[in-house]
Nanobody, 121 residues
Framework: QVQLVESGGGSVQTGGSLRLSCAAS????????MAWFRRAPGKEREGVAT??????TYADSVKGRFTISRDNAKNTLYLQMDSLKPEDTAMYYC????????????????WGQGTQVTVSS
């Protein structure tokens, strides 16, 4: 398994940008399918983006605004978030698993502690 630590969250105004990072340690990072999830207050956890073998997938709610990437040499996953909206406010989590291209949280065995993103109008 891998240990995951997110960073980069914060507070921004509508239209702003943030870049989240997820540092991984442990077993071979490049072997894992990676994903970003989020949970807003009072809402269920939602898959935001996944990346497997360099191929990304996105939730419809963030397409065209968020970009997921990974640097296997640095064991790090990223989420570039642009044109942020108040509805993007949530705790963001990175996750590692072995099932490709899925937003099913049950398929991800390793999770970080989360980083808070707050977007004000």
């Amino acid at each position: 398994q891998v240990q995951l630590v997110e960073s980069g969250g914060g507070s921004v105004q509508t239209g702003g940008s943030l870049r989240l990072s997820c540092a991984a340690s442990g077993n071979t990072f490049s072997n894992y399918a990676m994903a970003w999830f989020r949970r807003a207050p009072g809402k269920e956890r939602e898959g935001v983006a996944t990346i497997t073998g360099g191929v990304p997938t996105y939730a419809d709610s963030v397409k065209g605004r968020f970009t997921i990437s990974r640097d296997n040499a640095k064991n790090t996953l990223y989420l570039q978030m642009d044109s942020l909206k108040p509805e993007d406010t949530a705790m963001y989590y990175c996750a590692a698993g072995t099932t490709w291209f899925t937003f099913d949280a049950r398929r991800y065995a390793c999770w970080g502690q989360g980083t808070q993103v707050t977007v004000s109008s």
